[in-house]
């Protein structure tokens, strides 16, 4: 396949609501051409798990910095003959890809998206969709109007331990409280470091996005607190706690630390679910625990599990790039579709503004106000599609 899926690419049925139909790329027995665009730390952990994935190649490599995306290739052991460059089109003629990784910085989100969807190309994206929810709503759009698929990859989500949870999570009923406790201390240096909300913005994003699955429920509103301990090496706020109402009436309770060494949680947090017929824990890497009204404490077995595929795709960012492709294969909707995750970037800036403001934020109203931003910003090609959700975000 080339850039620009014409007419022979089939056309899935996306999002609940909205209309997020998406190209297919047949396959025909070879690997899914991918062209990789950023080569920093991230980017070099995307190159690992493309050379270790039997389903898709490695097309080529964008970088600001050529000698970083030659250092890159190298390292994580590609063949240093794969084209690099400094411009995602003049690249992208040169060497045919079928679809684009971004993990570029989020503000450059917007501009290389926007760029791939109008190559014809569909586009799996480090979180955050975007550093904004306007721009967020106009990828979302830009997506629908050239019929292509836009993910995020949530790579939290791929746990086998997790899915496990989640299938058992029936047994408590009704839950009425979910917490989260997430304390670990990196020193990662870089655009983190410098960030005005590093915690809620760049690690929390994961807690709230995998809450939202575990409830299959969304943000109603948020009450967040954030502040810097006095060690922190950060810049700005690396400690928060936020309450969330969630549908069904449900509240999810963050609080967490990314500059606590000592007794830390692991990369996932440490979660608790309080149902009306009992309760579960997980610790965030093994199985997870559950006691009830009517049974004592029990552990999840994720290998006796017989759940969606995406149940089985793997860990980490390897299953959300295995999804990617099952999902350009087949046209089954992928769980970090472009729509879906809209409200997991809202519940992030809504945190962020409840911190700022010190008051309660209405999620609704945040979209609300979301969208009459990106209207007016649109292109002509995002505009119509915003305009059909009719002032309410699908």
Not at 132 to 152: D, I, N, S
Not at 188 to 211: E, K, N, S
Request: glycine share 12%; proline share 6%.
């Amino acid at each position: 396949m080339n850039a620009g899926h014409g007419a022979d690419a089939g056309i899935a049925n996306g999002g609940d609501g909205a209309d997020a139909g998406f190209a297919t790329v047949p396959g025909d027995g070879a690997p899914l051409r991918v062209l990789v665009v950023g080569a920093g730390g991230m980017g070099r952990a995307w190159l690992r798990a493309v050379r270790e994935s039997d389903a898709v190649a490695l097309a080529g490599v964008v970088d600001l910095d050529t000698d970083r995306a030659a250092e890159a290739l190298a390292a994580t052991g590609h063949d240093e003959r794969v084209p690099v460059g400094t411009e995602l089109t003049e690249i992208a003629a040169g060497c045919a890809p079928d679809a684009v990784i971004d993990v570029t910085v989020p503000e450059a989100h917007l501009p290389v998206t926007l760029r791939a969807l109008a190559l014809g190309l569909p586009v799996l994206g480090e979180k955050p969709l975007a550093p904004t929810l306007p721009e967020g709503l106009r990828l979302a759009a830009a997506a629908e109007a050239a019929g292509q698929l836009f993910m995020v990859s949530q790579s939290r989500r791929y746990h086998p331990e997790l899915h496990a949870l989640r299938a058992a999570l029936p047994r408590l009923g009704r839950v009425g409280v979910a917490s989260t406790e997430f304390y670990v201390a990196p020193r990662f240096g870089g655009f983190r470091d410098a960030m005005a909300q590093p915690l809620l913005v760049d690690m929390a994003i994961h807690a709230f996005d995998t809450a939202r699955w575990l409830l299959d429920a969304e943000p109603v509103s948020v009450r967040c607190e954030s502040f810097n301990p006095a060690w922190s090496w950060y810049a700005g706020d690396a400690a928060a706690t936020a309450v969330f109402e969630m549908t069904g009436g449900a509240r999810y309770v963050y609080t967490g630390s990314w500059c606590s060494p000592g007794v830390e949680t692991s990369w996932n947090g440490r979660w608790r679910l309080s149902g009306e017929h009992g309760g579960a824990l997980w610790d965030g890497s093994g199985p997870a625990r559950f006691e009830t009204e009517t049974e004592t404490e029990t552990e999840t077995d994720a290998a006796a599990q017989t759940g969606p595929p995406e149940a089985g795709y793997g860990r980490g960012i390897a299953g959300a790039l295995a999804e990617f492709v099952a999902a350009l294969r087949t046209g089954r909707t992928p769980l970090g579709e472009v729509h879906q995750n809209l409200r997991t970037l809202a519940m992030v800036v809504a945190a962020v503004e409840s911190a700022e403001r010190d008051r309660r934020i209405a999620v609704d109203a945040l979209l609300a106000d979301a969208l009459e931003s990106a209207l007016a910003t649109a292109s002509d090609l995002e505009r119509p599609r915003l305009a059909a959700w009719n002032g309410r975000v699908p």
